[in-house]
């Protein structure tokens, strides 16, 4: 499952290419991406979308699954007015491009665009991807799924501007965890010093997505760290650290739902634990969890194994149910997954 493969073929781009080269003048192009959209997701999409305009793309909309709010980082992002309601956006347009979803089941109601599109085409980066899409650019040792969209666009000769460069370098910066993690390779400083050289400014860039929170958040996360709960024993040994938000935790601080997106980095540091977890309300008895790992355990295989995805390193899946079911889902699924060798 987490076996990274190649990254697309020479074949692959080709027809990549191809698809968004050959379109009629008049083509309706829509952009869509995973539900819940993080720095990756929103930041490859509208930096591409970006790049399709200089190319002469002029029907263009990008969406996304849900409701229609960015979340308040990312609402200053160049390319936001490409942005349409799911409801508003092309029933059938004649090509879709997905970014940063590794299936199908993380585009809620936006999945019937893919059956009704002219062709589709998934841009990603995660090994569990399903290949979903009619072209399929896949590269697992992508640190983000910006590291595949600007090689789309390179290879259609699109010049990189200060624009298009904000979004993806949001999301690179998202997904190394701002250089921090594993997937911080050469290749990723040298694409990092290239969209640098637009002019963009990482700190503003870096404070407005990673460092601004409102004072109730402040509060609210002192709540819910409050209450994390250390597990030594869990995951054969290597110890699991978690905790959980409720609808109701989020009304007592009138906090919006994507505040607690950067909670799993305060619980995460925790020394005497491999995996962390944020188990968050999504729903009457819905979750959305988000694992981490520091290398020990494979979270991607303990998500896929509760019907989520992601990667070595960070994961996550819907539970449903109670609580302590979820969580008691979660210890099982970790006893099991340290104890199966991998393949
Ligand atoms: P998050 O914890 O939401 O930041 O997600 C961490 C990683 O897990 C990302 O790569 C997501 O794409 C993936 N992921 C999170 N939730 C799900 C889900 N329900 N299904 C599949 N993949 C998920
Ligand atoms: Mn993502
Ligand atoms: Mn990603």
Redo the contacts with the bound molecule.
Sequence with gaps: MTGAGPGPTDAEWAAAVEAVRGLPADARVLLIC?V?P?GDALGSMLGFGLGLRRLGVRRLQATFPGPPDVPEPFRWLPGVELLVAQDDAYPDPDLVICF?A??D??LGDLVDRLGRAGTSLVLDH?ASNTGFGRINLVDPHAAATSVVALGLLDRLGVPLDAEMATGLYVALTTDTGSFRFEATTPAVHEMAARLLATGIRPGDISRRIFDTRPFGAVRLFGEVLGRATLEPAAAAGHGLVWTYATHDDLARHDQPAYVL?AL?DSVRCTAEADVSCVVKQSGDAEW????RSKGAVDVSRV?VAL?????RF?????GRGPLDEVVGNIRAALGAEVLTPHS
């Design positions: 995973h819940n993080d940063d590794a299936g089941s993380r995660h997106e799993i959305a969890v988000s694992l998500a019907g989520g995805g992601g990667h960070a994961a996550g899946f819907t």
